[in-house]
């Protein structure tokens, strides 16, 4: 299995511009969630979806955030318009369903992360 | 709300020794799973060990271990035999186990290990 997919590896854009970040999953997997690395707050949950439904996305900061999920392999996260402020590290991760028993979901499978510079 | 501390934001070991590093948390839950990631430089997050709160039995997987003490609320992590590519940072992580919204980690804020040759 090819893990989680993340692209792209490397963002830098201006002040203002649309970004678009996107994650495929790990087939089978019906879980996913997008976390946000920095400095200053660490690794925090921006939003969780389960079978394509987004579950809790409380983490998400603002109406600049939105996320999609529109079938089981594909999710994307779209800051517009982006800020300085919006740089870090964006993490997807997965995880697998209920029915492999209680342990099935314990791991979540991450990324390799996007770095998104804001100039 | 759960929260995790991680105290130590730094730490260093000889090559060939054992280091512990430690993890504190507050939930009022009493079913739950503790994990323990690795993020090395590259930025992966690695998974190294997972613990279910209902398992009274530390985990252990190969050279890493843990010591859950579910009623001090803490979960530390034990590296022996440590090698140089056991330098990273470590981050603890919970989650709740009732199976419904709250699938999400919750995570400390890390621990960066170095080990010295």
């Known amino acids: 299995d090819a893990g989680v997919i993340q692209s792209p590896r490397h963002e830098v854009t201006e002040m203002g511009q649309e970004v678009t970040l996107r994650c495929k999953p790990i087939?089978?997997?019906?879980?996913l969630f997008w976390y946000r690395q920095t400095m200053m707050r660490g690794l925090e949950l921006l939003i969780y979806?389960?079978?394509?439904?987004?579950?809790?996305d409380s983490g998400m900061p603002e109406d600049r955030f939105s996320a999609k999920m529109p079938n089981a392999s594909f999710s994307t996260l779209k800051i517009q318009p982006s800020e300085p402020r919006d740089s870090a590290v964006y993490f997807c991760?997965?995880?697998?369903?209920f029915g492999g028993g209680p342990e099935s979901r314990n791991e979540q499978f991450f990324g390799p992360g996007t770095r998104l510079t804001v100039l | 709300a759960q929260t995790v501390t991680q105290s130590q934001p730094e730490m260093s070991v000889q090559e060939a020794e054992t280091v512990t590093l430690s993890c504190t948390y507050d939930?009022?839950?009493?079913?739950?799973?503790l994990f323990w990631y690795k993020q090395p430089p590259s930025r992966q997050m690695i998974l190294v060990i997972r613990q279910e709160a209902y398992k009274q039995q530390n985990a252990t997987e190969n050279r890493f271990s843990v010591n859950f003490q579910k009623a001090a609320k803490s979960f530390s992590l034990k590296i022996s035999d440590s090698q140089l590519g056991d330098a990273a940072m470590y981050f603890c992580?919970?989650?709740?186990?009732?199976?419904?919204?709250?699938?999400?980690?919750?995570f400390g804020t890390g621990t960066l290990l170095a080990v010295q040759p």
């Open positions: 992580a919970y989650r709740s186990a009732d199976g419904g919204a709250t699938n999400k980690l919750i």
């Open positions: 087939s089978g997997h019906n879980s």
């Open positions: 991760a997965s995880s697998a369903p």
């Open positions: 979806f389960n079978n394509n439904v987004p579950i809790d």
């Open positions: 939930t009022s839950e009493s079913d739950y799973y």
